[in-house]
């Protein structure tokens, strides 16, 4: 019986198999917050905005002959309403607002408790809630936007909050507490305006640095180009 080999001349020809494709390995999502967590979260949130309001409320006041200081109040309410959104904007203000009439100092020049209901002031306090509630809904239609339009929108909500709710409301309280008519009361309101429409600018210019730096404050909202 005989044996055939190849010779050494021989060439052996060997065929490379093709390597099995690499399978992508999917990661799976981030998990979603729990719902404690993100109730504390709000919680926190609505505290410390409530904690600003005052803290804008107590810087020295403008005085005026009405007998309403221009203060940084609405400012802060602006800000609140549209850093954290309608819900919990009007919750932080309210929040201010329950702290204060408790007789806790943080209303402008330092006072407190339910005789500010008396004042000349009482339609502007009572309405920053939801003047905090609308700048909120508006801001967050204003932060759907293009990145080149949100800046001027968000300056647009906080205006629009501000003579739509908060404006109208004091008039109606200078009206009630110093028994002025409506071209009286709407006289001494307008020496407010200027100085909300600055307020305003600032509050959308903060309101874009903060949610650039912590894009998830707002709920649903992630950071965007």
């Known amino acids: ?18 390597a099995p494709s690499a399978t992508p390995v999917l990661l799976p999502d ?14 926190a949130l609505v505290a410390t905005f409530a904690a600003f309001v005052a803290a804008c409320a107590l810087v020295p006041a403008i005085p005026t002959g009405s007998g309403v200081p221009i203060t940084l109040q609405t400012f802060a309410v602006v800000v609140a309403g549209l850093v954290l959104g309608a819900r919990r904007g009007f919750l932080a203000v309210a929040l201010y607002l329950v702290v204060g009439l408790a007789g806790v100092p943080v209303f402008a020049e330092m006072t407190g408790g339910l005789g500010v209901l008396g004042k000349p002031s009482v339609g502007y306090l009572l309405a920053f809630p939801f003047a905090a509630a609308v700048a909120g809904w ?3 239609l204003a932060l759907r936007t ?6 001027p929108l968000l300056v647009a909500a906080g205006l629009a909050s501000s003579f739509l709710v908060t404006h109208p409301a004091g008039v109606l309280g200078l009206m009630a507490r110093l028994g ?13 305006w200027p ?3 600055v307020k305003n600018l600032l509050a959308a210019g903060v309101t874009l640095a ?7 404050v707002r709920p649903g909202r992630r950071s965007r180009p």
Do not use: K, N
């Not at 981030?30 to 919680?43: I, K, L």
């Not at 293009?146 to 800046?151: A, E, G, I, K, Q």
């Open 30 to 43: 981030p998990p979603a917050p729990r719902p404690g967590h993100r109730t504390s979260t709000d919680v």
């Open 195 to 197: 100085g909300d429409v």
């Open 146 to 151: 293009r990145p080149v339009w949100r800046f």
């Open 138 to 140: 508006l801001g967050g």
């Open 180 to 192: 002025v008519g409506v071209r009286e009361a709407v006289a001494i309101d307008a020496v407010y």
């Open 210 to 216: 903060v949610l650039r730096a912590f894009p998830d």
């Open 1 to 18: 019986m005989s044996s055939t080999f190849p010779d050494d001349d021989d060439t052996v020809t060997t065929t490379a198999r093709p």
